[in-house]
């Protein structure tokens, strides 16, 4: 679905299904150079259970227009205009690494506007390799291999897709492929330089769900023990043989975890 | 900054797609001989119907021992999605039919298998799908022939039987200027010999019954999706990209991105016409990947030996093979494939139709049969067997001439073969030479 979020064209899926001012809505953000494309075991689940599911493309990713945005602050106040176009007063938020730092960032700033919260492969910081920032913000091609490798865990990197046929990799590399036009270094400059994690964390009083992969390398399991430590009603769960996509290296668990969490929070 | 340590290709050969299993730790790839799968209860059975959760319902839409083939094949091509299907002819039937319909167009190349050619040129006519063949070298021919309605240009890169290369970059650029996508079959490449996405193909399709799976006991096909066509411009691409009532109003390109096209060729593609893979022959063909580069690199060898002596047999009146400097395309499969050319060799026997009918027949140890990349060393006459069905104007189309003997060089000792050989030469000289006396 095609809308205009200040004044550019901003892109999610709902699945197909038309947004329903009477239910419920879960925003779901992506990661550094990915797209909503990243979240399909999640949410098609949800659009058919009662939920209004809006998976975004931020700005300069998939199909929204750039640029990218340079902070997560932006990407945090974007978030929350999209909800203002699409009349949507509150929403829940699921974010998948960087999307977990805009989410702590929307929790802070737009605290009245949010209901539940899942941070899924989260950190409070995310400090870049210089090398490997470096890299992306060169379009150099060899950042996007590096993040394959890092992103998977023992078991992504051989495979075993829960979707019959599909690749780990292969999928991964052409949908931060798709975005590498610069966005890749912008994003992750943008989690490089933001520093407001531990104080937004701390002021987060809405229900929180922390998911972590036992074999995360980009977030590893103790930096995201860190995270849900901060926030005060928060729950946290380990899933094992997952890396750092545990969105779909461990898809049904991921899915069936927030699941849970939705059902016995809202 | 230290490389990825992401696996490299032999190591993918062996292990891409398989996780060892949890019950009872096998190192093999478990063969699944089961039509169906349990559901934990009827919202897990709703959720696989409608592709909110990865799974297995029926075998004939996906089954897991073919899941860990699917998976290792794109990865070995660096593809994004895979989806196995019974043969070559259903995964090239397949790729087509998930973006054409009724009223559609397809440039092909005219060098083509001959059941591929039959396919465009009998068969989807029948379903409103007209294709125009262009020959592989003819690369302006490409431009000319696209119209509004076509929906992608197919073709080989080594074209079988006549071993003509098709200059892929040069064609997908014709097609990326045209915003279609470029169809490749690989099965005589494999992607051992070449990456065809990084030439340029949008989509793979394999006979993997051939060199991948090697051993000449399984037959299985393949389509690999490299994951970055645009099928979004326009309308042009109305499968993957308009709500599909039978799946609730899914856009395929909308939901699954890269793996659009592989989606629906699965969702619909196999739900409803049904093209299979068993999970014995995708054992097979797994346990066939296995050695894929130690059997190339024989293959590609044994082929340069039987170039020599075939091209000092006073019996043999042309020899081709992309190798060879006085091949057309010579420099372009030099280029595109350099770490070899494949092992397809065609040559002109002296004493044409009869004579290598002669010599097919006196054959002790290669193989007469209709198949190639087999580790056992095959000789066919396509004029008389896999092109037979083709009219006398559609064989010169495809350049076979009536002398045509087409050779897949095996893996055995060449010296086995090259006596082999000579007593076929031998016998296709024989009548010649009782005539002349």
């Given at each position: 679905m095609k809308l205009k979020v200040n004044g550019k064209e901003a892109y999610f899926t709902s699945s197909g299904r038309k947004i329903n001012k009477d239910q419920p809505t879960i925003i779901f953000v992506h990661g550094s150079g990915l797209t909503h494309v990243t979240w399909v075991l999640q949410t098609r689940y949800f659009a058919f259970h009662g939920y209004n599911t809006i998976a975004v493309d931020l700005p300069g990713h998939g199909d929204s227009e750039g640029p990218p945005l340079e902070s997560i602050e932006e990407m945090a106040d974007w978030i929350a205009e999209l909800l203002n176009v699409l009349e949507i007063k509150k929403s829940s938020y699921v974010g998948h690494s960087q999307g977990c730092l805009v989410g702590l960032e929307f929790a802070h700033r737009h605290s009245d506007r949010l209901e539940l919260l899942a941070l899924i492969n989260?950190?409070?910081s995310m400090k870049m390799n210089p090398e490997l920032l470096q890299l992306a913000k060169d379009k150099n091609h060899k950042a996007v291999d590096l993040m394959m490798d890092w992103v998977h865990g023992p078991l992504g990197q051989v495979g075993g897709h829960p979707v019959p046929g599909l690749s780990h990799i292969g999928m991964g590399n052409q949908l931060v492929s798709s975005n590498n036009n610069g966005t890749l270094g912008t994003d992750f400059n943008a989690c490089d330089q933001y520093e407001n994690g531990e104080k937004a964390a701390s002021g987060i009083n809405h229900p929180t769900l922390c998911i972590m992969g036992k074999y995360d390398r980009m977030t590893p399991k103790k930096v995201g023990i860190e995270l849900a430590n901060k926030i005060q009603n928060s729950q946290q769960v380990v899933i094992e043989?997952?890396?750092?996509m545990s969105i779909l290296e461990t898809a049904s668990d991921t899915k069936n975890l927030l699941k849970k969490f939705f059902k016995e929070n809202s | 900054m230290s490389d990825p340590k992401t696996y490299k290709f032999n190591t993918k050969t062996l292990h891409s797609g398989h996780q060892p299993d949890k019950n009872y730790g096998s190192r093999a790839v478990p063969i699944?001989?089961?039509t169906s799968y349990l559901f934990q209860d009827t919202d897990h059975a709703a959720a696989l119907f409608n592709l909110e959760e990865g799974g297995h319902i029926y075998s004939r839409i996906s089954n897991p021992t073919v899941a860990v083939l699917e998976e290792r094949v794109a990865a070995l091509e660096g593809g994004s999605a895979a989806l196995a299907t019974a043969s070559g002819m259903s995964a090239m039937m397949l790729s087509l039919l998930t973006i054409c319909s009724a009223g559609d167009h397809i440039v092909a190349s005219s060098q083509l298998y001959g059941g591929s050619f039959n396919l465009l040129r009998l068969t989807l006519p029948r379903f409103g799908i007209e294709t125009t063949f262009v020959k592989p070298r003819d690369i302006e021919g490409f431009k000319k022939a696209i119209k509004p309605n076509t929906k992608c240009i197919f073709g080989e890169l080594i074209g079988n039987p006549g071993i003509e290369i098709m200059n892929l970059p040069e064609v997908s650029k014709i097609a990326k200027d045209e915003g279609i996508p470029v169809i490749i079959d690989g099965t005589f490449n494999t992607p051992y010999l070449c990456n065809l996405f990084d030439l340029g193909a949008d989509i793979i399709v394999h006979s993997l019954t051939k060199w991948m799976a090697g051993h000449g006991t399984s037959m299985g096909g393949c389509i690999v999706e490299k994951g970055d066509f645009n099928w979004k411009q326009g309308s042009k691409f109305p499968t993957m990209t308009e709500p599909y009532e039978g799946y609730h109003g899914l856009s395929f390109a909308e939901e699954f991105g890269p793996a659009a096209f592989t989606m629906r060729a699965r969702a619909e593609g196999m739900r409803d016409f049904g093209p299979s893979m068993s999970p014995m022959n995708a054992f097979n063909i797994l346990t066939g990947i296995e050695t894929l580069s130690l059997r190339m690199d024989k293959h590609i060898s044994n082929t340069a030996i039987m170039l020599d002596y075939l091209s000092n047999n006073e019996n043999v009146t042309w020899v081709n093979h992309p190798?060879?400097?006085?091949?057309?395309?010579h420099e372009v499969a030099k280029k595109l494939m350099p770490q070899g050319q494949g092992s397809m060799i065609a040559f002109g026997i002296k004493g044409g139709r009869e004579a290598g009918q002669a010599f097919i027949n006196a054959m002790k140890l290669t193989s007469h049969l209709a198949n190639v990349g087999d580790a056992k060393s095959l000789v066919i006459h396509p004029a008389s067997t896999t092109h037979s069905q083709m009219d006398k104007k559609s064989l010169e189309l495809a350049g076979l001439t009536d002398d045509m003997i087409r050779f897949s060089v095996g893996l055995e000792d060449m010296d086995d073969i090259i006596n082999d050989f000579n007593n076929g030469f031998r016998a296709s000289q024989k009548p010649r030479l009782v005539a002349s006396r």
């Amino acid at each position: 679905m095609k809308l205009k979020v200040n004044g550019k064209e901003a892109y999610f899926t709902s699945s197909g299904r038309k947004i329903n001012k009477d239910q419920p809505t879960i925003i779901f953000v992506h990661g550094s150079g990915l797209t909503h494309v990243t979240w399909v075991l999640q949410t098609r689940y949800f659009a058919f259970h009662g939920y209004n599911t809006i998976a975004v493309d931020l700005p300069g990713h998939g199909d929204s227009e750039g640029p990218p945005l340079e902070s997560i602050e932006e990407m945090a106040d974007w978030i929350a205009e999209l909800l203002n176009v699409l009349e949507i007063k509150k929403s829940s938020y699921v974010g998948h690494s960087q999307g977990c730092l805009v989410g702590l960032e929307f929790a802070h700033r737009h605290s009245d506007r949010l209901e539940l919260l899942a941070l899924i492969n989260g950190s409070l910081s995310m400090k870049m390799n210089p090398e490997l920032l470096q890299l992306a913000k060169d379009k150099n091609h060899k950042a996007v291999d590096l993040m394959m490798d890092w992103v998977h865990g023992p078991l992504g990197q051989v495979g075993g897709h829960p979707v019959p046929g599909l690749s780990h990799i292969g999928m991964g590399n052409q949908l931060v492929s798709s975005n590498n036009n610069g966005t890749l270094g912008t994003d992750f400059n943008a989690c490089d330089q933001y520093e407001n994690g531990e104080k937004a964390a701390s002021g987060i009083n809405h229900p929180t769900l922390c998911i972590m992969g036992k074999y995360d390398r980009m977030t590893p399991k103790k930096v995201g023990i860190e995270l849900a430590n901060k926030i005060q009603n928060s729950q946290q769960v380990v899933i094992e043989d997952s890396g750092h996509m545990s969105i779909l290296e461990t898809a049904s668990d991921t899915k069936n975890l927030l699941k849970k969490f939705f059902k016995e929070n809202s | 900054m230290s490389d990825p340590k992401t696996y490299k290709f032999n190591t993918k050969t062996l292990h891409s797609g398989h996780q060892p299993d949890k019950n009872y730790g096998s190192r093999a790839v478990p063969i699944y001989q089961s039509t169906s799968y349990l559901f934990q209860d009827t919202d897990h059975a709703a959720a696989l119907f409608n592709l909110e959760e990865g799974g297995h319902i029926y075998s004939r839409i996906s089954n897991p021992t073919v899941a860990v083939l699917e998976e290792r094949v794109a990865a070995l091509e660096g593809g994004s999605a895979a989806l196995a299907t019974a043969s070559g002819m259903s995964a090239m039937m397949l790729s087509l039919l998930t973006i054409c319909s009724a009223g559609d167009h397809i440039v092909a190349s005219s060098q083509l298998y001959g059941g591929s050619f039959n396919l465009l040129r009998l068969t989807l006519p029948r379903f409103g799908i007209e294709t125009t063949f262009v020959k592989p070298r003819d690369i302006e021919g490409f431009k000319k022939a696209i119209k509004p309605n076509t929906k992608c240009i197919f073709g080989e890169l080594i074209g079988n039987p006549g071993i003509e290369i098709m200059n892929l970059p040069e064609v997908s650029k014709i097609a990326k200027d045209e915003g279609i996508p470029v169809i490749i079959d690989g099965t005589f490449n494999t992607p051992y010999l070449c990456n065809l996405f990084d030439l340029g193909a949008d989509i793979i399709v394999h006979s993997l019954t051939k060199w991948m799976a090697g051993h000449g006991t399984s037959m299985g096909g393949c389509i690999v999706e490299k994951g970055d066509f645009n099928w979004k411009q326009g309308s042009k691409f109305p499968t993957m990209t308009e709500p599909y009532e039978g799946y609730h109003g899914l856009s395929f390109a909308e939901e699954f991105g890269p793996a659009a096209f592989t989606m629906r060729a699965r969702a619909e593609g196999m739900r409803d016409f049904g093209p299979s893979m068993s999970p014995m022959n995708a054992f097979n063909i797994l346990t066939g990947i296995e050695t894929l580069s130690l059997r190339m690199d024989k293959h590609i060898s044994n082929t340069a030996i039987m170039l020599d002596y075939l091209s000092n047999n006073e019996n043999v009146t042309w020899v081709n093979h992309p190798s060879l400097p006085n091949h057309p395309d010579h420099e372009v499969a030099k280029k595109l494939m350099p770490q070899g050319q494949g092992s397809m060799i065609a040559f002109g026997i002296k004493g044409g139709r009869e004579a290598g009918q002669a010599f097919i027949n006196a054959m002790k140890l290669t193989s007469h049969l209709a198949n190639v990349g087999d580790a056992k060393s095959l000789v066919i006459h396509p004029a008389s067997t896999t092109h037979s069905q083709m009219d006398k104007k559609s064989l010169e189309l495809a350049g076979l001439t009536d002398d045509m003997i087409r050779f897949s060089v095996g893996l055995e000792d060449m010296d086995d073969i090259i006596n082999d050989f000579n007593n076929g030469f031998r016998a296709s000289q024989k009548p010649r030479l009782v005539a002349s006396r």
